[in-house]
């Protein structure tokens, strides 16, 4: 119940930025074709992970990550509405002798480009299902930064904290491309 209420909470605090995020102050209604983060785009995202327990979260050091981290691969899509506003999806898997995916979720992606450097810190939030080691739905939240090589290619690093009513709290780091259509 105490999830629900916090999605719910969320979700009510970021409403009234939607219609703002949303809109294209391009008076054409398109992106110049010149910008590496346009409205209307979609990529896939091949990443790699890390995963951390509550209690290396409260006492974060590097010994602490790669001793009680736990490493994944993940694959994730994704689709800009405008520049600032986006949806996404992904998967990752730690474990694939279980089940081959361990984790899903989507999120409502922000993202603020900043054009001449090639950058987008971005943040984001959503909700998923984890099927291994136990199947419990949770809510996430969590911010990033991606750079672009070029229109079609760049790199992201990024990293969520994942909250559940139904096992410990844990952190998720994210390192990849993305791949743009």
């Known amino acids: 119940m105490k999830l629900v209420k916090k999605l719910w ?6 409403l009234p930025c939607l219609p703002v995020l949303g809109q294209n102050t391009n008076t054409h209604n398109a992106s110049p074709p010149d910008w590496l983060f346009r409205a209307n785009e979609t990529s896939i995202d091949l990443f790699g992970s890390v995963s951390v327990g509550q209690e290396t979260i409260n006492h974060i050091s590097r010994e602490r990550v790669e001793d009680n981290g736990r490493l994944g691969l993940g694959l994730g899509a994704n689709h800009f509405f405008s520049r600032n506003l986006g949806l996404g999806v992904d998967a990752y898997t730690e474990n694939a002798g279980h089940s081959f995916v361990d ?9 603020f480009p900043f054009e001449s450097v090639h950058l987008a810190p971005y943040v984001y939030g959503g909700a998923g299902y984890q099927f291994d080691p136990s199947g419990l739905w949770f809510g996430q939240a969590g911010g990033g930064l991606e750079f672009r090589f070029a229109k079609q290619v760049g790199l992201f690093v990024d990293a969520r904290y994942v909250f559940t009513d139904g096992t410990q709290n844990f952190g998720v780091g994210r390192l990849g491309f993305r791949f743009l259509f």
């Open 9 to 14: 909470l969320i979700g009510t605090l970021a």
């Open 103 to 111: 984790n899903t979720s989507g999120n409502l992606i922000v993202r």
